[in-house]
């Protein structure tokens, strides 16, 4: 395959066929890192979209506080690390390279290793010691051939536990087989040769009986994937959608996979990459599109006002029809855009609200806002795919006044109550994973787990809080004598 050639067997069950274009060398001019270094001097926050300083490796952490009796196990973690090398810098926020977390707690004692996902793309760079392909965000030329979609997989968006496994997830291409203890690569994951290097997107959803969900998207291919609990394809179809840009993730019923198509289009050329043709379409309403988790076929579709989200929290449907979930909206139909300001030394300016969706099955929607300034939604794992009260999200205290994070939300879908866990100024906070009691008496019987960088002591720490009443502040804080860049999602492994 050449390096124009981005993928051309997605819909490989149902015999179609779909391709995209890779931006080529033409037309574009390597980033300097300039800028965000000139703005890193005077700017102590932009320690967040620093480069990951390598290998890690903590065995005994300090703890400030105490760890709570019963949490034991793994806590997982993954994001860009790799911005910029040789004079050059990405520009776009997503494309960096993989950094690996992986936060071993137990018997009163952290241990911390950190690894870049070494895929081949990176293994080739930094061999090189320059960047060679193509990014999404643009600003770095073809210097090599591509060999497939996973010939440019960076790895670097979510982390998949499969059945004593760990998958790294990105959104074009491949999960990326991980060693759970080591953090190693071993080689892409094949579901089926057919689908080797298909999009298998960061947003998989587990459902109640530990069979997994996901999807892929590229260009008006969407692919809908059902795996068995060890990972092993089960079935798979792909659909015809409009050219709706980067579906990030998606939802999951009882009986539905519920896929929302913001107002977006691919437009234009993509020859500074391919989220430089992703545009905002206010005219646009957003499509809803719901299929049968079973036979993975459509059975229904709706419109919703005009936005953008990246990432739902959970959804659940009642016996007429009625589809519920809530979902982290925003207005601004060029979201993907603004994650640009990174690279250039900004914050983003776009933000969104917490908002709860009702679908009937017939009548209009109803959409109803619930918390501004609010992203990366999580509820209590055991809650998915059914109804659920409870959302935790990072938040702004004081929604606009904030260039980032600086607090956890619970957010009570029933009652309307909001607390939290306010961190302080000096935080740069990040997502939050619900990690349920083993044996626990509520929805909200449990720890919330995740990482911050404190930028005035140049510090990440792993924080540990009461999902019952996180406005208490953190039950423990385990710090590294470093920072590192911003990411975005984890996952919790249990211990024996």
């Known amino acids: 395959m050449d390096r124009r050639t981005f993928l051309t067997r997605l819909a490989a069950l149902s015999g179609a066929a779909a391709s995209i274009t890779l931006p080529s060398a033409s037309g574009q001019t390597p980033t300097s890192i300039g800028a965000i270094d000139r703005a890193r001097t005077s700017n102590p926050l932009l320690a967040g979209f620093d480069n990951a300083p390598g290998d890690l490796d903590f065995p005994d952490l300090f703890i400030e506080g105490k760890l709570p009796e019963g949490l034991s196990g793994i806590f997982y973690r993954n994001g860009p690390g790799q911005h910029a090398l040789a004079g050059e810098r990405y520009h776009h926020w997503f494309d960096g390279d993989g950094y690996l977390h992986r936060w071993q707690i137990g018997e009163g004692r952290v241990a911390f290793k950190g690894r870049f996902a070494a895929t081949p793309k990176r293994l080739a760079e930094q061999a090189a010691g320059k960047f060679l392909y193509p990014a999404s965000g643009g600003g770095v030329p073809s210097r090599e051939g591509i060999s497939g979609p996973d010939g440019i997989n960076v790895a670097n968006t979510n982390l998949l536990p499969v059945k004593g496994g760990l998958w790294g997830l990105w959104e074009g291409g491949s999960a990326l087989r991980l060693d759970p203890v080591t953090l190693e690569a071993s080689g892409f994951v094949s579901l089926r ?132 979930f809530d979902m982290a909206y925003s207005t601004n139909c060029d979201a993907v855009q603004a994650m640009r300001a990174p690279m250039l030394g900004k914050f983003p300016e776009s933000s969104s609200q917490a908002c709860l969706v009702t679908l009937p099955g017939k009548g209009a929607p109803k959409l109803e806002p619930v918390k501004n300034d609010i992203e990366f939604p999580r509820i209590n794992p055991l809650y998915a795919a059914r109804r659920h009260q409870f959302v935790y999200a990072a938040a702004q205290s004081i929604p606009g006044k904030s260039l980032w994070f600086d607090a956890v939300a619970k957010l009570d879908l029933d009652t309307g109550k909001q607390a939290f866990a306010y961190y302080g100024e000096d935080w740069l906070v990040e997502e939050h994973v619900f990690v349920p009691k083993r044996g626990g008496s509520g929805e909200d019987d449990g720890w919330l787990l995740g990482t911050a960088l404190n930028w005035k002591l140049q510090k990440t720490a792993l924080n540990i809080l009461d999902a019952r009443d996180p406005g208490a502040g953190p039950l423990a804080r385990i710090w590294l004598d470093q920072p590192l860049p911003l990411g975005f999602h984890g996952q919790f492994v249990h211990g024996a």
């Open 193 to 324: 040769e057919d689908f080797d290097g298909a999009p298998f997107s960061a947003h998989p959803r587990v459902g109640e009986d530990g069979r997994i969900w996901n999807i892929g998207t590229m260009g008006k291919r969407l692919a809908i994937y059902r795996l068995q609990s060890d990972g092993a394809l089960d079935a798979a179809k792909v659909h015809t959608i409009p050219a709706a840009g980067l579906i990030h993730d998606f939802l999951l019923t009882c009986k539905s996979v519920v896929v929302i198509l913001s107002s977006t289009r691919v437009e234009g050329s993509a020859a500074d990459g391919l989220f430089n043709s992703i545009k905002g379409r206010p005219d646009l309403s957003m499509q809803v599109k719901v299929y049968d988790r079973e036979s993975l076929t459509l059975i229904r579709e709706a419109e919703l006002p005009a936005g953008y989200v990246f990432h739902f929290g959970n959804a659940h449907e009642d016996d007429t029809g009625t589809l519920r």
